[in-house]
């Protein structure tokens, strides 16, 4: 480029659509004069400027060439043939300049000139994947119909990829979906009552391999009523990050995210240096399982859950929990899987799923027109009963079929209200408790099968929940039913490590493996106590931990019985008296050789947690014949009838 195109170009860019001379308003423009029009118009011959003349000065003073031979910019069908490698010369040039011309400002039609503007900016962020030649031929037929688009205004290039680099993370992370924006977790901690509270959901995220977690089921008109602040304290235990990861290192005050009574009763009888040794044994875990002496880990964002059957009542909930929860929530979860009894006379979970299906998906589609679009909205379901299931004897004697549904009608009901992500309990809501029977894997399979055809998305995430018990049975449950994540409920419970791998070969493993769950759980409710959500104004707290200490501790307490009395006890109310029951434990154990350890009951897996129910339901209901209802009332009858004669017996 010569030094004359170097000065001009200088002040073409400088803003200044003139020469450093001063030209008569009556001349033509001197700065095309200057770049030789009738060099760029050969073809034609004509020494008239380019009706494109400020584009047509663009291209001259970059030389812009194709094949080493000049194009004629004037010409319509030319401007088609701007060369491919423009886009990047125009990074690679331009932005050594301060300013650069704009195109969105115009006298055309806005339309016009937003489709010009679009093109420019698309350009500009997705030069490397997108085809150049497609870009500049839209472009250059945007400025061939309005010329006066450049005569316009000029802007500050260095702001406008300034801002689009600012932008462009943000545009990114709009374009994926919602399960890419949470980064695609496989292993997942269910909801569950009283149970997914924060100790025990940090330890399982930081330490053993859970992706994502759900807090607990929260009662969304509790959560929203007026005068519900006590509830609201008691129940939601979503913090802000960095507060939760100071506290943690104790470089935050360690009463920052004690709230109630309940919680400083828990840790009643606790010294500076008790709370300050669970501190380092959390360190010093983390440490271990990063292998690493920095403490690194990670504050998870959470799923919250909450239960409801008026959209707008839910709605208000929802954007309160977001309000409270500092960034940290990720989706709401809608209840439509619980079958307790309690559900169906708060008409939510299963029972609302089941009986009122429409109720269910007019809350989804509120939820969805509420929340922000980077917030997803999610449902936790259970499959519906059938006719098979009627003729087995698993819903009961007094189940009618009304409006018989399937599980692929049900997921794609929820596909049209709006939800991003899908939980499918491979159990009808009469599997519960005492009549738990075997997963359908096959449902979920038919589920996840159904969500990504009608979704037209063929990652539509759905999880499968359900009949995990063992490590090996999360790799089987992903290749049977295709699920995007597996979520775990009842055997984490037992075995927060159900997503590690581990290598249990004896006894004492066994039992050391538990003694440590119990231990580290412990330290985490030093540090941050739960929320006694329901369990109690004064021993809530307390109780949530004594909860996990049941199914942890399980196989032991069953043949611990008077250890298992104390814990249930209500004197027994405090960490540190649950610190006293676990050296008790391991004292009765520490003697016992590796013989010894596998001749008692605990060593065998039916006398897990999560088995408690299932060899008592199968052999139960190998034995028992259907029973009709006026049977069932005379049973009922001669049970009340000997209960009274043992009172009057022992009176």
């Known amino acids: 480029m010569s030094s004359r195109h170097r000065g001009a170009q200088r002040n073409f860019f400088d803003g200044q659509f003139c020469e450093q001379q001063e030209s008569s308003k009556n001349e033509k423009d001197p700065l095309f004069k200057k770049t030789k029009n009738r060099r760029l118009c050969h073809q034609q011959q004509t020494t008239q400027p380019c009706k494109h003349h400020y584009l047509q000065y663009f291209f001259a003073s970059h030389r812009c060439t194709q094949d080493d031979e000049e194009i004629d910019c004037s010409s319509s069908a030319n401007l088609h043939s701007i060369p491919r490698h423009l886009s990047s010369m125009v990074l690679q040039q331009i932005q050594s300049f301060a300013l650069f011309l704009t195109i969105w400002s115009c006298v055309i039609t806005r339309a016009v000139a937003d489709r010009a503007m679009h093109n420019m900016q698309q350009s500009m962020k997705h030069v490397a994947t997108r085809s150049s030649r497609t870009w500049h031929r839209e472009t250059c037929f945007c400025l061939h119909k309005n010329p006066s688009i450049l005569n316009k205004r000029i802007l500050n290039f260095k702001s406008f990829t300034s801002t689009a680099e600012n932008n462009n993370d943000t545009n990114t992370q709009q374009t994926k979906t919602f399960y890419q924006r949470i980064n695609q977790p496989r292993h997942i901690l269910a909801p569950m009552v009283a149970q997914s509270d924060l100790p025990f959901r940090l330890m399982c995220e930081q330490l053993y391999n859970v992706d994502l977690s759900y807090t607990q089921m929260i009662h969304a008109h509790n959560f929203a009523e007026r005068g519900g602040d006590t509830f609201r304290r008691n129940h939601l235990d979503v913090y802000d990050e960095s507060l939760v990861r100071n506290v943690l290192l104790g470089s935050a005050d360690s009463n920052a995210l004690i709230f109630t009574q309940s919680q400083r009763n828990a840790l009643e009888g606790l010294s500076e240096s008790d709370i300050e040794a669970s501190r380092q044994r959390i360190i010093s875990a983390l440490q271990t399982k990063n292998n690493s002496l920095e403490t690194t880990f990670e504050v998870k964002p959470c799923v919250v859950q909450i239960a409801a059957h008026d959209p707008d009542m839910a709605a208000k909930a929802a954007e309160m929990i977001l309000e409270r929860s500092n960034g940290q929530c990720l989706a709401i979860d809608l209840n439509l899987g619980c079958p307790q009894a309690i559900a169906r006379k708060g008409r939510y979970g299963s029972f609302l799923h089941d009986e009122t ?221 649950a610190r006293a029951l676990m050296c008790d434990l391991r004292s009765r154990y520490s003697t016992l050789d590796e013989e010894q350890l596998k001749m008692k009951t605990s060593w065998k897996d039916d006398s897990s947690w999560y088995r408690r129910h299932r060899q008592s339901n199968a052999s139960a209901a190998e034995n028992t014949e259907p029973v009709s209802l006026e049977e069932r009332k005379k049973l009922a009858k001669l049970r009340i009838q000997a209960l009274r004669e043992q009172r009057l017996s022992r009176a």
């Open 357 to 577: 299906p429409q109720a269910a998906y007019d809350v989804l589609t509120k939820l969805r027109n509420t929340l922000p679009k980077e917030v997803g909205v999610t449902a936790k379901i259970r499959l519906p009963p059938t006719q098979a299931d009627a003729q087995e004897g698993k819903l009961g004697h007094e189940f009618r079929f009304d409006n018989p549904v399937t599980i692929e009608e049900r997921v794609r009901r929820l596909i049209d209200s709006g939800v991003d992500l899908i939980t499918v309990h491979g159990r009808t809501r009469f599997e519960n408790k005492v009549t738990v029977g075997p997963v359908s894997w096959e449902g979920v399979r038919a589920a996840a099968a159904t969500a990504r055809e009608y979704s037209g998305d063929v990652n539509f995430p759905v999880f499968a929940n359900g009949g995990i018990e063992y490590f090996s049975d999360v790799q089987k449950c992903f290749d049977e039913t295709l699920c995007s994540g597996v979520m775990s409920s009842e055997s984490l419970l037992e075995n927060p490590g159900i997503f590690d791998e581990q290598n249990i070969v004896n006894g004492r493993d066994t039992l050391e493996r538990q003694l440590q769950y119990a231990d580290i759980y412990l330290d985490y409710c030093t540090i941050f106590p739960p929320l006694p959500g329901s369990l109690g104004i004064k021993g809530g707290s307390y109780n949530v931990a004594k909860s996990h200490l049941f199914k942890i501790l399980h196989r032991y307490l069953e043949e611990q019985p008077d250890l298992r009395t104390w814990l249930g006890n209500q004197e027994c109310c405090t960490i540190l008296q």
